[in-house]
């Protein structure tokens, strides 16, 4: 039962800011790179953002790069994206992932690495 749970989603005026989390169950997240992808209406998933398992890597997308923070708390077991300055064109579902037994000290932000999914949760940025 390996299961990733996202909150934090919501509407958001833009310019504003949201936290996601993306907490594990059923797993220990320590072995694992951890990405963060999103998916608009008529859209293909598209990678956003991605850690490495001791969170020394991070890597963004260009779209991205200078608002978005990803980040991990191995002791507890989750993961986080913080967005600020949001755009409109950020809204879409957004999902966390992992992959198990990555090269150290790296991670991809392509999508077909990962291995486990959470169920995604919606970001709406909107006035």
């Known amino acids: 039962q390996l299961q990733f749970v996202e909150s934090g989603g919501g509407l958001v005026q833009p310019g504003g800011s949201l936290r996601l989390s993306c907490a594990a169950s059923?797993?220990?997240?320590?072995?694992?790179?951890i990405g963060w992808f999103r998916q608009a209406p008529g859209k293909e998933r598209e990678g956003v953002s991605c850690?490495?398992?001791?969170?020394?890597?991070?890597n963004y997308v260009d779209s991205v790069t200078g608002r978005f923070t990803i980040s991990r708390d191995n002791a507890k077991n989750t993961v986080y994206l913080q967005m600020n300055s949001l755009k409109p064109e950020d809204t879409a579902v957004y999902y966390c992932?992992?992959?198990?037994?990555?090269?150290?000290?790296?991670?991809?932000?392509?999508?077909?690495?990962?291995?486990?999914w959470g169920q995604g949760t919606q970001v709406t940025v909107s006035s």
């Open positions: 992932a992992a992959y198990w037994r990555p090269y150290v000290n790296t991670c991809t932000v392509a999508k077909g690495r990962y291995e486990c």
């Open positions: 850690i490495s398992k001791g969170g020394s890597t991070r």
């Open positions: 059923g797993f220990t997240l320590d072995s694992y790179a």
